[in-house]
């Protein structure tokens, strides 16, 4: 006999539908949690990257900052460099001028050269005061060597010269009067 009931149910094995949905839960879980987490990683990577490049502006003026206080210090170095090799040329000019005719209508020209040398052109001086004029520069300290280059009688009077005089000058020399009337 055949026994049929239409109302009993059979009981089923839910293990397997349970460790199935379970997988699939942890899977999806697992799959969020590392989707999420490399989007962390993404936004990290991102802010890094805007720190360097905030940064690379920063570094930039750093250096240019620091390139500039280098320039700065060999400017410094250079300016006092010149400043102790320096020569106090109004000083020398005012000096040799205590020395020259006073008379300023007789000195035509006046220059200094690279090489520590005054050429000086003289007109209308006699003789005896262009010798004085030149025994007077010889016995100044700084000055090495005095020529007269050239002398030329002016045709307009015959006891009066044209001449040009050369001034040779000592650097060491010249260097300490000029400290001392600084």
Do not use: C, W
């Amino acid at each position: 006999m055949v026994n049929i009931n239409l109302f009993e149910r059979k009981q089923t094995n839910r293990l397997p539908h349970v460790i199935i949905i379970s997988f699939l839960v942890l899977f999806v879980s697992l799959f969020v949690f590392l989707l999420g987490l490399q989007q962390y990683y993404v936004l990290q990577d991102n802010m890094t990257i805007q720190q360097i490049e905030n940064q690379v502006e920063k570094v930039q003026a750093a250096r240019n900052l620091d390139n500039l206080s280098t320039q700065m210090t060999h400017s410094k170095e250079v300016i006092q460099n010149i400043e102790s090799q320096r020569y106090d040329i109004p000083y020398l000019f005012n000096d040799l001028h205590t020395y020259l005719p006073e008379n300023t209508e007789h000195i035509t020209s006046f220059n200094f050269t690279e090489e520590f040398e005054v050429l000086l052109s003289l007109y209308d001086m006699n003789y005896d005061e262009l010798t004085q004029l030149i025994e007077e520069l010889n016995s100044i300290d700084y000055i090495t060597s005095v020529k007269l280059v050239t002398l030329t009688k002016n045709p307009d009077s015959d006891e009066l010269y044209l001449s040009d005089i050369s001034i040779r000058l000592d650097e060491s020399m010249l260097r300490g009067v000029d400290s001392d009337e600084i």
